[in-house]
């Protein structure tokens, strides 16, 4: 899986949270706010 594909599953994770709460609409996710659980 290249990190391109795994970016996007994980943006369109994160704009789906936007849903369920308003508050994270403001909220920008990187992807070294991921890395440690890549890691773990």
Same mark, same amino acid.
């Given at each position: @899986?290249?990190?391109?594909? @795994?970016?996007? @599953?994980? !943006?369109?994770?994160?704009?789906?949270?936007?849903?369920?709460?308003?508050?994270?609409?403001?909220?920008?996710?990187?992807?070294?706010?991921? !890395?440690?659980l890549v890691?773990?």
């Amino acid at each position: @899986m290249s990190t391109t594909t @795994m970016w996007r @599953m994980i !943006r369109r994770a994160a704009e789906g949270l936007i849903d369920t709460d308003p508050r994270f609409a403001e909220v920008k996710f990187a992807p070294h706010d991921f !890395r440690r659980l890549v890691s773990a």
